[in-house]
C-alpha cells in the first residue's frame, strides 16, 4: 500500500484511502501519469537490449531478462520521481519538453537496480519486494539447469554481473535524453557524483558492520547522508535542476541552495524511517525479514542511539550474539526499551520541517512545491 500510495501522490493523483493518510497535505492534480511513462522508457529500452544480446549468445538474453525482471519487479521509483520535479520547478509547468528528458529520469531506476543487486549481495539478503533476491534467484536457475560448481556462488557472481550490467545501461539510457552537449555534461557531472557518494556511503555501511565499537550516531548520520539522502533525494533533485539547463547563476542558484536544505533533511528522515523499518517494519508490508539490521550488527543511528541511552543492563542484553528469530525481537524489544525509537521520530520530524523550511524559499511555482511538500511526508512516514 504504502509504494502504492507514493506513486499516486507522484502523479498527482487521489491516494487509496488509508487510516495513516489524514495528515498528508493534498497534492495538485498533473496531465504527466509519470510513474506510468518512467515504467515504458524503461521497457522499451530494455527490449531493443535483450534483442541485442539474445543476437550474442541465447544464454545472454537469459541473463539480461533476469536483469529485466529486477528493474520491472517494482519499487517506489522515487530517484525518478524526485528528479522529474527537480526538472519541473526549473524548467516550468508546461510538460512539452518532457520527453527530451524521460531517458535521463529512468537511467536513475537502472542506477537503482544496480545499487540493490549488489547491496543484496553485500548483506546475503535473501529477498527483496517480497521476491528472491537476485543472487538467489540464480542460484536457484543454477540447480534447475543441474549445472557443476557451487549455486551459491554461481548466484553472487552472476548477481554483481546484472548490477554492472545495469550500471552500463544506465550510462547509455542518459546518453539518449536529448538535452544537448553542454547539458548533458553537466547533467553527467552531478550524475557521476550522486554514484560516488553511494559507493563511499555504501562502504562506509559495510564498514560499520565489522567495527560497530568505532561508531557513533553521528558516524552513522554520515552514512545516511552519502549512502541514502544523496543518493535518493538531494542529487536526483540537482540532476532533475541541471537537466532543465538554466546554467549555474541567478534563479538556478536558488532553486538548488533550496534543494539542498529540501533534500538533505528529507533523505536523512528518508534513511532514518528505513532504519526503524529495518527492525519494526512489517514482513509482509516492508517485502523483507524484519530484524535484519539487528542480526547483521548493522550501525544505525537507530542502534547507535539505543546504546548511548541504554542502562547498562540493557546495553548487556544488546551485546548478546543473536541467533535465533526469538533473540531478534528481544532485542528489538530492548531497543524499544531504551526510548530510542521515540527519539528517531523526532529526529525524522525535525528533519522534515527543516526541509520543508528550504523549500518555502525556493523560486519554484506553487504546483512544484506542493508537490515536493506530499513526497517529503509521503517519503518519510511510510511502512516499506
Not at 543476437?55 to 520491472?72: H, I, N
Not at 550490467?165 to 557524483?193: K, N, P, S
Not at 538556478?252 to 533523505?267: E, N, P, Q
Amino acid at each position: 500500500m504504502a509504494n502504492d500510495t507514493l506513486a499516486l501522490h507522484a502523479l498527482g493523483m487521489p491516494p487509496v484511502p488509508h487510516q495513516d493518510q489524514s495528515h498528508e497535505p493534498p497534492v495538485p492534480a498533473m496531465p504527466l501519469n509519470l510513474i506510468e511513462t518512467v515504467e515504458g522508457t524503461l521497457a522499451d529500452f530494455l527490449a531493443r537490449e535483450i534483442a541485442a544480446l539474445d543476437e550474442m549468445d541465447p544464454a545472454l538474453g537469459g541473463f539480461a531478462r533476469t536483469a529485466r525482471d529486477c528493474v520491472l519487479a517494482g519499487g517506489k521509483r522515487l530517484r525518478p520521481t524526485f528528479a522529474y520535479w527537480g526538472w519541473r520547478g526549473a524548467a516550468g509547468p508546461s510538460e512539452r519538453r518532457v520527453g527530451a528528458v524521460l531517458p535521463a529520469f529512468a537511467a536513475l531506476e537502472l542506477l537503482h537496480t544496480f545499487a540493490l543487486v549488489h547491496d543484496d549481495v553485500m548483506d546475503g539478503s535473501d529477498t527483496r519486494r517480497g521476491h528472491p533476491t537476485a543472487h538467489r534467484l540464480l542460484e536457484a536457475q543454477h540447480v534447475a539447469a543441474g549445472r557443476r560448481g557451487s549455486p551459491a556462488r554461481f548466484g553472487e557472481a552472476a548477481a554483481v554481473l546484472i548490477g554492472d550490467l545495469c550500471l552500463v545501461w544506465a550510462d547509455r539510457l542518459l546518453g539518449a535524453a536529448d538535452v544537448g552537449d553542454a547539458v548533458l555534461l553537466d547533467t553527467r557531472r552531478c550524475y557521476d557524483q550522486m554514484r560516488i557518494e553511494t559507493i563511499a556511503g555504501q562502504y562506509l555501511d559495510i564498514l560499520g558492520e565489522s567495527e560497530p565499537g568505532s561508531w557513533s550516531v553521528a558516524r552513522a548520520l554520515r552514512v545516511a547522508r552519502h549512502k541514502t539522502a544523496a543518493y535518493t533525494v538531494l542529487r536526483p533533485l540537482h540532476f532533475g535542476l541541471t537537466l532543465a539547463g538554466l546554467g549555474p547563476a541567478g534563479r538556478s542558484r536558488a532553486i538548488k541552495d533550496a534543494y539542498t536544505g529540501y533534500g538533505l533533511g528529507v533523505g536523512e528522515a528518508f534513511q532514518l524511517r528505513d532504519d526503524l523499518l529495518g527492525v519494526y517494519g512489517e514482513p509482509a508490508v516492508t517485502g523483507k525479514p524484519a530484524g535484519d539490521d539487528l542480526l547483521a550488527g548493522k550501525p544505525t543511528a537507530l542502534l547507535m542511539l539505543a546504546r548511548e541511552m541504554a542502562t547498562s543492563a540493557q546495553l548487556a542484553e544488546l551485546d548478546r550474539e543473536l541467533r535465533t528469530e526469538s533473540d531478534v525481537a528481544h532485542a528489538a524489544r530492548v531497543v524499544a526499551e531504551t526510548g530510542a525509537p521515540e527519539r528517531v521520530e523526532k529526529m525524522i520530524e525535525e528533519r522534515v520541517a527543516a526541509g520543508l523550511q528550504a523549500l518555502r524559499r525556493a523560486p519554484i511555482d506553487e504546483a512544484t512545491r506542493d508537490m515536493l511538500t506530499g513526497l517529503a511526508v509521503t517519503a518519510t512516514q511510510r511502512q516499506a
